[in-house]
């Protein structure tokens, strides 16, 4: 294995540096290619889940727009840093009023997570876009388009990111392998396409965090890397709370949280998934569903994950019983 690949962050040395190199959006690289040819550029506003190439598709752009000169016209900036107005007033606006360079027509600034933007700064965000539209051209990257104002979105084209396929996220990882030398079994492709969930960044940081083991990759290794739980305990913990074994269902959920450090809010995801794609009858899948919800809500507003996940269990119990 090339030992300098454990010495570097693998979703940045595998970042793909032209739209044709991305994987699993290509409906999206199609549509941002012909900007490319044309050399025109629109308002554009990227909107979908973490890992799923927002960020990349923007920089792969700026680079075929500008050549040699892109990192001259174009800036990254994080919403999420400082989201007040005084951020658009000041950097954005210092920015977007400059002139391009190298000969460009316009520059281009793009603005990650920008749902995390205040109303008012979002406000002035939309004057600044409209006052500098000749010389500066924004791209806004956001995980919720509906905490994006009506006024930015009827500005900009709408790109929406879908999670990435299994087809797009093995690819991607046998490329990475390949190059490394790493030897992944069927197994571990599985483990990582349900690890990362569609998520390409997930996928690449459990390749590279097993890698560093050992070049020989198998699926409990990557289960263990990401403090994840195998499906099939998750499909245990399920039945043993459906057929009202709730002392067995107990010691499960005490192995996964506290002997493997598995947290509370992750297990929720893996039961929610677990659950959707069982044959159930309609009336109990809602049941449980619902008391997931409301576990996930406690917890994020701070509740005591101990007493939640036992009343979670004790629900799942009681619900099976009443449709028995």
Same mark, same amino acid.
Request: hydrophobic residues 40%; proline residues 3%; glycine residues 6%.
């Given at each position: 294995?090339q030992m300098e690949g454990n010495h570097t962050i ?35 506003? &990227? *909107? ?7 960020? *990349? ?34 950097? =954005?606006?210092? &920015? ?55 006024? =930015? ?31 992944? *079994? ?102 449980l569903i619902d008391a997931l919800g409301e576990t ?19 629900? &799942? ?8």
């Amino acid at each position: 294995m090339q030992m300098e690949g454990n010495h570097t962050i693998w979703i940045e040395k595998y970042r793909p540096r032209r739209l044709d190199e991305m994987v699993g959006q290509q409906d999206i690289v199609v549509r941002l290619q012909s900007y490319v040819r044309t050399g025109n550029l629109p308002h554009l506003l &990227f *909107t979908g889940s973490a890992g799923i190439g927002k960020t *990349t598709a923007a920089v792969a752009l700026a680079r075929e727009l500008f050549g040699d000169s892109w990192q001259m016209n174009f800036r990254e900036m994080n919403a999420s840093d400082e989201r007040g107005i005084d951020v658009v007033r000041n950097q =954005i606006k210092e &920015f977007a009023r400059t002139s391009p360079l190298a000969g460009a027509t316009f520059k281009v600034l793009f603005l990650d997570e920008a749902d995390a933007l205040t109303t008012d700064a979002q406000a002035a965000l939309r004057r600044t876009m409209e006052t500098y539209a000749r010389t500066c051209r924004f791209i806004l990257s956001c995980n919720y388009s509906s905490k994006i104002i009506d006024p =930015i979105q009827s500005r900009c084209a709408i790109y929406r990111f879908r999670p990435l396929d299994r087809e797009a996220v093995i690819e991607e990882i046998t490329r990475i392998a390949a190059i490394e030398g790493l030897t992944v *079994t069927e197994g571990a492709l599985d483990a990582i396409v349900y690890v990362a969930s569609g998520d390409m960044r997930k996928a690449i940081n459990a390749l590279q965090g097993a890698a560093i083991l050992r070049p020989e990759i198998d699926e409990e290794m990557i289960y263990e890397i990401t403090a994840t739980a195998r499906p099939d305990e998750i499909d245990e913990l399920l039945d043993l709370s459906m057929e009202g074994r709730f002392d067995e269902a107990e010691q499960a959920l005490s192995e996964l949280i506290r002997g493997r450090g598995i947290a509370p809010n992750e297990l929720i995801n893996q039961c929610y998934r677990s659950l959707v794609r069982r044959d159930l009858p309609r009336p109990l899948k809602v049941r449980l569903i619902d008391a997931l919800g409301e576990t996930d809500f406690r917890l994020s507003e701070g509740a005591s994950s101990d007493i939640q996940m036992e009343a979670l269990l004790a629900k &799942f119990v009681l619900a099976a019983e009443q449709h028995r």
